[in-house]
């Protein structure tokens, strides 16, 4: 569908709402990892907590996210920090990238009765390839890669056009952002469930 969107130059509203499906779908799944969390770890604070998967929003720091996970999995922090501490791994400032934070803004943001409108864009995207000795580590200066590579450049960088959908106004792609987000929950699921 993604590609028939791009040939067509046109988002049928199916489409939006298959992304937004998706999205939440990804989004709930996380959400029953962190009731799951709070059952078995958690302290509620009132009656009626409301317990829901904690991410860090892209202005916050590790601080601020312990926080947040107190107030989403009350009790959690205090039981178990070893299991705070591999959710701080999903976050932006962990070691799996951005993709939580969006998914999770771009979810909120949908959830309030309007598809965020998607819109065909095109892009001038760099390739960067290289070799690696087996076993080794190179260190990259990805300002200094002069495209096209040569004699003495372990890397080649190459500019290449492509068009794809992004969610409008956000700079995320959407094809990007869900390539990204469905084997990363599936991870976390199964991470979350081991403990």
């Not at 604070?45 to 947040?68: E, M």
């Not at 943001?109 to 390739?127: D, S």
């Not at 084997?183 to 469930?193: G, S, T, W």
């Amino acid at each position: 569908m993604h590609a028939h969107c791009l040939t067509e130059r046109l988002i049928p509203p199916a489409f939006l709402i298959d992304v937004k499906n998706l999205m939440e779908n990804l989004r709930s799944a996380l959400d029953y990892c962190a009731v799951a969390l709070f059952s078995a770890y958690g302290r509620p604070q009132s009656r009626t907590p409301k317990i829901y998967f904690p991410y860090a929003r892209h202005d916050s720091d590790k601080r601020t996210f312990r926080k947040t996970v107190e107030r989403s999995i009350p009790g959690l922090l205090a039981s178990r920090p070893d299991i705070v501490d591999r959710l701080e791994t999903y976050q932006h400032f962990g070691n799996t990238g951005d993709w939580l934070s969006t998914l999770a803004e771009l979810t909120n943001e949908n959830k309030h009765l309007r598809l965020t409108p998607q819109v065909v864009k095109q892009y001038t995207a760099v390739v960067i390839s290289g070799t690696v000795p087996q076993g080794g580590t190179v260190e990259i200066d990805l300002k200094r890669i002069p495209l096209g590579g040569g004699p003495g450049h372990p890397f080649h960088a190459a500019a290449d056009v492509w068009t794809g959908l992004e969610f409008d106004g956000s700079g995320v792609l959407v094809l990007l952002l869900l390539e990204q987000a469905v084997p990363q929950v599936r991870r976390v699921v199964e991470e979350l469930a081991g403990l």
